[in-house]
């Protein structure tokens, strides 16, 4: 039997702190809390003792963490493309690179260093918060620290849920997604979250989960967290992207979600996307240097809109239509399923109309979370 990596954070064994975090406060609490060893490193300057090149020493490198001052924004729109339908998600970036390894991560093509880094000085990160919450009290915030790092993957190290949760819970214009691959939960136990976080799971076939998506948490893992939070009251997501066309695809999404309806209550789910594979040009040789065992590149794709390679739109569309089939047979009528940057020719081919008839998927999404739960 395969060790569990329920908590990928096992994968890490030294911290790198920058010179000038070492003496705050949460620096200090997560060097204590981790109990590992540490170096300190000149501001901006790379850790020590990780060999190779980029990307061939992802793998070594993803056993350090950098304990860093984020000098960018924390907070802004997600970087969609205007030619596919995005839900406007707003990201909050914590950090950057993620214990896990899976194929297919687009990460490994976006970065060019291979250690993992978490940014520490989060009052930076609430000021901005604080900023956008008061320049726009009418709007409505649907936030996600997904975009650059697993948003639990790390947690138990840094104890950032517990800040965030808290934070969010007394905010009445947003809502916060927590979307990860792990099954770390430990730290949401307890908090008053006052339903303002929604707790977030990425999901895919068996055989993708088994032989895609390296030290990350089992199905029955993530469901088992799943159900733990939703037990907590928090409201939950699941995200099916990268869906992947492989032997059994069929059979292996119908396991999942006959899985996930079985473990988790419908209830409780706010929402749930739908993405077909797609990356950066660049991914395709990384991707198939560093897993040579993995079949997932070598299909037929053709350059999107958005110049990265993707299903061409029929396959899509078959793939989507039976996944789709099989959600609506078991979601509550609140969940909103969802497309993540996919055209409107194929949401009105799966769907049956196209987002703008009912308001854009930013009115989707915000409905599923706002009232009546």
């Known amino acids: 039997m395969s060790a569990s990596w329920a908590d990928p954070s096992r994968f890490v064994r030294h911290l ?27 501001d901006r300057e ?14 070594e490198g993803k056993q350090h963490l950098l304990l860093s001052r984020n000098r960018g924004q ?25 214990p896990m390894d899976c194929v297919y991560c687009i990460l490994q093509a976006y970065l060019n260093q291979p250690w993992l880094s978490f940014f520490v000085n989060v009052e930076d990160l609430f000021s901005e918060l604080d900023q956008a919450f008061s320049a726009e009290p009418d709007r409505f915030f649907r ?23 808290n934070y969010m819970a007394n905010q009445s214009n947003g809502i916060l997604e927590l979307k990860s691959k792990s099954a770390v939960i430990d730290n949401l136990h307890g908090l008053d979250h006052r339903g303002r976080t929604v ?3 990425s999901l895919n076939a068996t055989s993708i989960m088994r032989h895609e998506e390296l030290r990350s948490a089992s199905l029955d893992e993530r469901l088992t967290a799943a159900r733990q939070c939703a037990d907590w009251g928090y409201k939950l997501a699941f995200h099916f992207d990268p869906i992947i066309d492989h ?14 309806f079985d473990m988790v209550p419908a209830d409780q789910i706010a929402w ?9 040009p660049a991914l395709k040789s990384i991707g198939t240097s560093r897993f040579p065992g993995s079949t997932i590149f070598y299909q037929e794709f053709v350059e999107g809109l958005d110049n990265k390679p993707r299903y061409f739109r029929q ?16 979601t509550h009528d609140r969940t909103c399923i969802y497309f993540c940057m996919e055209s409107d020719e194929v949401w009105q081919s799966v769907m049956g109309f196209i987002p703008e008839e009912r308001g854009g998927i930013p009115a989707l999404l915000d409905a599923s979370v706002q009232g009546g739960w």
């Open 16 to 42: 790198h702190v920058e010179e000038s975090c070492l003496d705050l406060p949460y620096t200090q609490e997560i060097i204590s809390r981790s109990k590992l060893p540490f170096s300190v490193v000149c």
């Open 46 to 59: 790379d850790p020590v003792g990780i060999s190779g090149q980029y990307p061939g020493n992802l793998t």
């Open 74 to 98: 924390f907070f802004k729109p997600c970087p969609g493309t205007p030619e596919y339908r995005c839900c406007e998600y707003q990201v909050l970036n914590i950090g950057m690179n993620c």
């Open 143 to 165: 936030i996600g620290t997904g975009e650059f790092t697993d948003s639990m993957a790390l947690d138990r190290l840094t104890g950032l849920s517990v800040k965030l949760v």
């Open 199 to 201: 707790m977030a799971w």
């Open 247 to 260: 032997p059994g695809w069929r059979e292996g999404y119908k396991e999942t979600i006959d899985r996930l």
């Open 272 to 280: 749930i996307s739908l993405g077909g594979l797609r990356y950066l």
């Open 315 to 330: 396959r899509r569309v078959e793939l989507y239509q039976h996944i789709h089939e099989l959600l609506k047979k078991r």
